[in-house]
């Protein structure tokens, strides 16, 4: 086989990667809010539950939730039919987990007494923070999120551990036959994928920097 048709099988791999980082991030950005909003509640239990929900994602690896998702359900009698399925589940709740700590920090690192302010100006909650609040939270999460984001594009390759063709497993049935370098050259899609983003949080980084508070 030559390096091109190497090089194309690569490719479709990668954007097997791609697919799975974009989908993790369209849905694991809002559920991370919902999960924050839950363990900030003042309904205890639901504060409670949320929290061991969190505490249970982040202290177990991601290549064990993936076993879960896939196999768990034919425990139940309803097996997973879709391995990308169950890749695109257990990344977008992984995910999810940890960008509601993040949230979670940003909100709580807001002085209360803006809070106080804007209500005092005659403004309801929910005002206070989508038109105080949120901007500020937003440039303060931008570099943890930024930091989770690049580490969410390299996490893509623990897809081919439940047998999904990213990237890498195309490459490691290279290396089967004897060739070697797809291996290698694999380094060059994450690379360039992270490379790409850095620029693109720094650029969001500035465009903030407006705000300085």
Not at 61 to 73: K, S, T
Not at 119 to 131: P, R, S, Y
Not at 164 to 171: D, M, R, S, T, Y
Not at 177 to 202: E, H, N, R, S
């Amino acid at each position: 086989m030559n390096s091109m048709a190497i090089i194309q099988q690569l490719s479709r791999g990668f954007a097997t990667n791609c697919l799975v980082f974009a989908l993790t991030l369209l849905m694991a950005i809002p559920l991370g809010l919902v999960i924050t909003f839950g363990s900030m509640s003042k309904f205890k239990p639901l504060k409670w539950v949320t929290k061991t929900f969190v505490w249970v994602i982040r202290g177990t690896p991601l290549m064990l939730q993936l076993f879960i998702v896939l196999y768990a359900p034919g425990l139940f009698g309803r097996p997973m039919q879709s391995r990308m399925t169950a890749v695109i589940i257990a990344f977008v709740i992984n995910y999810a987990a940890y960008f509601s700590e993040i949230y979670r920090g940003g909100i709580e690192s807001i002085p209360q007494g803006q809070y106080e302010a804007g209500q005092v100006l005659g403004m309801t909650k929910a005002q206070v923070f989508f038109k105080v609040v949120l901007f500020q939270v937003i440039k303060r999460i931008v570099p943890p999120m930024g930091n989770e984001v690049i580490t969410l594009v390299k996490d893509t390759s623990l897809a081919r551990i439940i047998g999904v063709a990213e990237v890498i497993l195309c490459a490691d049935r290279f290396s089967s036959k004897g060739i070697i370098w797809p291996l290698f050259f694999t380094g060059i899609y994450f690379l360039a994928a992270t490379g790409i983003l850095t620029l693109v949080m720094a650029r969001i980084e500035k465009k903030l920097n407006y705000y300085r508070g």
